[in-house]
């Protein structure tokens, strides 16, 4: 047991005054997130309780989410190949850790965000500049985002067109319908793609109303798990 977890009782901190068998009794401490000490179950513990800095009040570190500055029509190679995209564009931009994995915020029909991302997490949801968009999975799926997700792994704000991210995922991370080019892979004209806007902080971020054929380039939101 480490040293943090007992309190030794003043008898038998001084061993040589000990004329038989001295007995170390200690009352265990209960771990805690704000201890400083990194315990199972955190993922971070700098040693206070505020919310907003890198390690939240319940000790989850924040999480990236960007809209990749590159565009993409609808051919990306299923939900593999647009994860892969987003691993890309972390890594050139200096945000791809050890144990980091990025996912893409896409829906093909079999799979979308609520069954293959972390559906626990608790801590902040960041862009890449530190400003807050939602705090926890279930903020990030309430249809009202504090910013809209419209910065590049950078943390350079996007201007310019286009001004969608593919998606086919509705506001609880959840599927739509079918409208997702071929389970994304295809850029088939005579095909068409659900998206969400960058501008958007209700649920228009994800689900945006509009349909787009999959030969269009646009872009892909990226989410760190």
């Not at 286009?162 to 994304?184: E, F, I, M, S």
Request: aromatic fraction near 8%.
């Amino acid at each position: 047991m480490s040293p943090r977890a007992l309190r030794l009782p003043a008898l038998c901190l001084a061993l040589a005054t000990c004329d038989g068998p001295c007995v170390l009794d200690y009352e265990p401490i209960a771990a805690a997130c704000g201890d400083g000490t990194l315990d199972d179950g955190e993922e971070c513990d700098d040693g206070n309780a505020v919310d907003d800095d890198d390690c939240s009040a319940e000790c989850f570190r924040p999480r990236l989410v960007f809209a990749t500055a590159g565009t993409f029509d609808g051919a990306l190679g299923s939900l593999q190949g647009a994860d892969d995209r987003c691993a890309a564009a972390a890594a050139a931009a200096g945000l791809d850790g050890p144990d980091t994995q990025w996912l893409a915020w896409l829906g093909d029909g079999a799979i979308w965000p609520e069954t293959r991302f972390d559906a626990h997490f608790a801590g902040w949801y960041r862009l890449p500049d530190g400003t807050d968009i939602a705090r926890g999975w279930a903020d990030l799926t309430d249809g009202a985002l504090l910013h809209a997700i419209d910065q590049n792994p950078h943390g350079d704000p996007i201007t310019g067109e286009p001004r969608y991210a593919w998606t086919n995922v509705g506001q609880k991370g959840d599927a739509v319908d079918t409208l997702h080019c071929a389970g994304w892979t295809s850029n088939d004209i005579a095909l068409k793609g659900r998206v969400g806007s960058l501008d958007a902080t209700n649920r228009g971020w994800t689900q945006d109303g509009a349909l787009i054929t999959c030969d269009t380039p646009n872009r892909l939101l990226c989410v760190e798990q």
